[in-house]
């Protein structure tokens, strides 16, 4: 489900949890919510034209070099959980995004945030941003 605002575009999406990611007492290990941020992420990529592979089909990579997770109710083994993916704009060459994870019942289990930036292909870091991602953004209104 996707919505753009003026300064950021958001994307909706969904994951069930595997019992491969509960804990012995059948709650998600906090680990793996880095994990759910990248599904968020990749889904939102794949809906807005701005995927992994289309970073690289345009010589760029894009690692992450920050991330943060605050935990506020726990998932369990199969839930549903809705990720909300929410791009932030800035004049920086780096990607920002917003993460809100909601269980089942729609109440807010995690709050996250991921840096990127960009790398060429022979590993230099991008101090502007690379031509095909300022076109992303005029093209997506940013």
């Known amino acids: 489900m996707p919505s753009n605002t003026k300064n950021e575009i958001s994307f909706t999406s ?3 949890v595997r019992f491969t990611e509960t804990d012995p007492l059948g709650i998600v290990w906090h680990g793996n919510y880095i994990q759910y941020f990248e599904d968020g992420r990749e889904a939102f990529g794949r809906e ?4 992994y592979l289309e970073q690289k089909a345009n010589g760029y990579t894009s ?5 943060s997770c605050e935990h506020k109710l726990p998932l369990r083994y199969g839930d549903v959980a809705t990720i909300k993916t929410n791009f932030i704009n800035s004049p ?8 809100r994870i909601f269980d089942p019942k729609g109440r807010l289990a995690c709050l996250g945030e991921t840096i990127q930036v960009f790398l060429n292909e022979e590993g230099e870091l991008s101090l502007t941003p690379p031509e095909f991602f300022a076109n992303w953004k005029k093209k997506m209104g940013l």
């Open 14 to 16: 969904e994951i069930r």
């Open 48 to 51: 807005h034209g701005i995927s």
């Open 63 to 67: 690692p992450i070099v920050k991330s």
């Open 92 to 99: 920086a060459a780096k990607m920002i995004f917003h993460y």
